[in-house]
């Protein structure tokens, strides 16, 4: 839980935004499907975002398999929104380690 809060902090500070700059956050699998957002927000697992922000989506990677198996074209938008996405290696970020240490106490 802690690497998720900390993991959050890195992103939005390497995209150079805020969590209130975001119109909308996705809570995709099965972590999202069980997660309380009003809890993790208020244990401070979403650092900085608000309740009506955040969607539980379910199981996206099998709505998407299924989307591309009923319209090809869903392919050539999958694969250019895979083109425009960049890795951040969480754990080659030179402070992530330390806000995962200090992360490890609740509020």
């Known amino acids: 839980m802690n690497g998720v ?11 150079g935004i805020r969590a209130a700059d975001l119109g909308r956050v996705y809570l995709a699998g099965g972590f999202g499907m069980h997660l309380n957002v009003a809890h993790a ?5 979403l650092p900085g975002f608000r309740e009506e922000q955040v969607r539980v989506v379910g199981n996206t990677s099998l709505a998407g398999a299924l989307l591309a198996l009923v319209d090809h074209t869903t392919l050539d938008e999958m694969e250019n929104l895979r083109a425009r ?15 995962y240490i200090e992360h490890l106490m609740l509020p």
């Open 41 to 45: 927000i208020a244990i401070g697992l």
């Open 5 to 15: 809060q900390a993991g959050i902090e890195i992103l939005l500070e390497t995209a």
């Open 85 to 99: 996405m960049e890795v951040i290696e969480l754990n080659l970020a030179a402070d992530f380690e330390d806000r």
